[in-house]
């Protein structure tokens, strides 16, 4: 994730220790625990997929979900065997998904459990099931924050969900939330059907008082596959547009926290532009973007995935590599690379993190290769990069929008 607000305009953010290694300061970093040594010492921010079953049928879903039955999900104590490791094996952040996870049958009875072993936790939904009462028991739960997924305004959303209605639904969940003070946040998928509609998008942010807000890059997953991704002038106004709408809330005091999710080669634009306009925490964003280390401590390393089978992945979308299944092994052991059966997978996903800058970036064929931001993206999405090359782990992340000059060039490019 970059964070735009804390690096555009140094303000603490709640989960700074987690992506920059400190201590934020912000009041909000209760129950991050302690900073990392480096990035490839932090515990996986895990995605769990507690169902498929939907009732939506969204077009870029990678999950491809339904409104059906899935056999094979896991039972009550395979669910409660999970929380209890990933509450011991300290992991930083668990994220309920689906599918729709509040349409589980045990949806509240495993948010009340994740919550009492102290998991940080984060609940993905469509918006759509959240009444007023539901609100009331997730705040009462203690849950951080509740991100609702949006793809544009109106019938545009209703579109991307594949159901008359959704926004409005979507809306009054947010409405549900705020009406009992949960912390909600908005989640888009930038594509070419909505990106020249993102200041509505923005706008209606602002009208809701929205206080998370997550823009993922396009991911060509499951249903996601037939999408196209977005060209780069078109990635380029979309963080152009972020960057201005986070000049002005800070200017007004509002630092509203604004990422985009699946794409570091944010971080390197956004130190173009910073070295461009001479930004007083242009030395201060490079520092953070290199302790990150980008794509090269995320997939497989900083984040992880749990699907509805109980398979354990890289990340959400990279399902068609298993490192284990919690059914037979523990989280915990598998992350661990004890599985003797995914071992060797596990340590050739985690091996572009695992050498010095250098020796990492030989090994990329590509843009890549060449890219004197290397030490701050990674390569990009890593998952998006081997569907791209046809499973070659070290080819270029085809969604790359930055120049020839500007990959060549550590200095300003005009």
Not at 157 to 166: I, M, N, S, Y
Not at 355 to 372: E, N, T, V, W, Y
């Amino acid at each position: 994730m970059i964070n735009l607000t804390k690096l555009w305009t140094g303000v603490a953010q709640p989960a700074d220790s987690l992506r920059y290694g400190h201590a934020s300061g912000h009041p909000s970093t209760h129950g991050m625990g302690r900073a990392p040594a480096t990035a490839r010492a932090r515990r996986p921010i895990t995605v769990w997929n507690i169902t498929r079953t939907c009732n939506l049928r969204c077009v870029h879903c990678y999950s491809d979900s339904a409104a059906a039955q899935y056999p094979g999900e896991l039972t009550w104590e395979q669910m409660e065997a999970v929380v209890d490791d990933l509450a011991t094996y300290q992991i930083p952040s668990l994220l309920l998904s689906g599918g729709e996870p509040m349409i589980h049958p045990r949806f509240f009875d495993l948010v009340d459990l994740a919550s009492s072993k102290g998991l940080k936790l984060t609940i993905s939904t469509n918006g759509t099931l959240i009444t007023p009462e539901k609100a009331a028991k997730l705040k009462e739960a203690g849950v951080s924050y509740v991100g609702i997924s949006l793809d544009g305004i109106g019938e545009i959303h209703d579109q991307f969900r594949r159901k008359e209605g959704a926004f409005e639904a979507a809306v009054r969940g947010f409405r549900n939330c705020h009406g009992v003070g949960q912390k909600t946040g908005l989640r888009l998928t930038l594509t070419r059907h909505n990106v020249e509609n993102i200041g509505q998008i923005l706008d209606f942010i602002e009208d809701y008082d929205i206080q998370r807000v997550c823009f993922y890059h396009l991911v060509p997953a499951g249903r996601g596959s037939d999408l196209q991704m977005l060209s780069a002038r078109e990635s380029r106004h979309a963080i152009d547009t972020l960057i201005s709408r986070v000049e002005r809330w800070h200017a007004q005091g509002i630092d509203r926290e604004l990422l985009t999710v699946t794409q570091p080669a944010d971080g390197a634009y956004l130190l173009v532009r910073m070295e461009n306009e001479n930004h007083p925490n242009l030395e201060e964003a490079r520092r953070l973007l290199t302790w990150n280390g980008g794509g090269a401590n995320s997939s497989g390393r900083g984040i992880a995935n749990i699907d509805t089978q109980g398979n354990v992945h890289p990340d959400q979308f990279w399902q068609d590599v298993t490192l284990g299944n919690v059914k037979q092994i523990p989280f915990s052991k598998i992350w661990e690379g004890e599985n003797p059966a995914s071992a060797k997978t596990l340590e050739s996903i985690r091996s572009i993190g695992k050498f010095d800058i250098k020796q990492r970036q030989a090994l990329m064929a590509g843009p890549c290769s060449d890219c004197h931001w290397f030490s701050v993206c990674g390569g990009g999405f890593r998952t998006r990069a081997y569907f791209a090359n046809h499973g070659h782990l070290w080819g270029s992340d085809p969604a790359c929008y930055l120049s020839a000059a500007e990959r060549r060039s550590m200095f300003s490019v005009a």
